[in-house]
């Protein structure tokens, strides 16, 4: 197989498929022997979930660099909800990658699945590392991956349309001040807020601050709360306030929708903060609202180094991951990797020193200290939950408020995950 480095940028299904394609005869271009013979690699593979950077990005050359020296690093990439299925299959057929960012929800249920190797065979260093954003690599003692970074959830509005519709940001300290806001913005002729509710992660993401914000637990995703977060995006869609289209909006789709300047508020992450700075109207960061008022908990996004399991030529490969993940996330180099990602450091104080450099930041520190695990209360039983979600929340937004389509949905959720 031509082992050049190939560019996936496509749907979905095609990445998928290139990454099962080149897992399936990854082996011919990896430059080790058959067996255990401990020949040096020549070629190491490295895979990661961000299809918005091609081979010509600064990100493609920043991972280029960090090929253990005599080896050229081949990088792929696909969206992260196509990356444990394909590492599934690439294990199964021992042509995994050498490293991989996976999305760190993923990490407990990747593990336990046999996936990933351990500090038993690659010299994992956490660091300092907070422990919210540690934890999904904390498996019964074993380190099985590394926090690169960590991103967040804030709410961010336009200062031009809310002043047009005479809202006070400051306003805004619950979720009825900002029903009332986006009430108001539309009446004034602009469109209210965008949010991503694609199926999958992606979409639970994004859901988790209206879910825990109404103080539902991830144990009890059938609850009477569970279902006030529901009908809370199910009546934007009734109401006009959110567009049809937030069914199905990744969080760069949505955040197209706020760059045209027309909408009001805008949920989506803090890899955005640079890019909001700098555009023709003033976009700000408010944190989202709970309930009942105060800052919503919001989800601790970002990726994690991980290695997956290798037979063949393990040690060789095991060796070659541990210079890789050094040289993104060792000591002294993650705010270098954080910066070209949009992301937080991992570690407290050297996120601080990103914040004190640039202001950008300074109105999401509160949020990203205080983010929480999305595995922290339920481990690698977080998967299935999160699907359940997802599946409740889908039909939540196709529901346009009907109270009790939104009600049985979340039902449906709790009864799936044996609640």
Known sequence: MNTKRTRRTGLAATAVLAIVGLAACGGDGSGSANGDSGEPLTTVSFWDPYPQYDDSSDWAKYVEGCAPEGTTLE??????GDLLNSLTSAVREDNAPDVVLLDNPAVPDAAASGLLASSDDVDFEIG???????GPGLIDGKTYGVPIGANTLGLYYNVDVLKAAGVDPASITDWASLNDALAAVTDNGNSGITFAGIAGEEGTFQFLPWFWGAGASLTDPGSSEAVEAGQLLSDWIGDGYAPKSAISDNQSASWDLFLTGDYGFAVNGSWFAKSAADLDFDAVM????????????VPTGGEFAVAPIHQSNAQARYDAANEIIDCLVGNGNQVETDDQLGYFAANGEERQTQIDADAVWTPWTDAINNAQGRTSDLGADYTATSGALSAAEQAALNAAGDEDAVAQAFEEAGQSVGQ
């Open 75 to 80: 990088r792929t990439t696909a969206p992260n």
């Open 128 to 134: 300092d590392a907070d422990e919210n954003l540690a």
């Open 286 to 297: 408010m944190p989202i609202p709970a309930k009942d008022g105060g800052a919503a908990p």
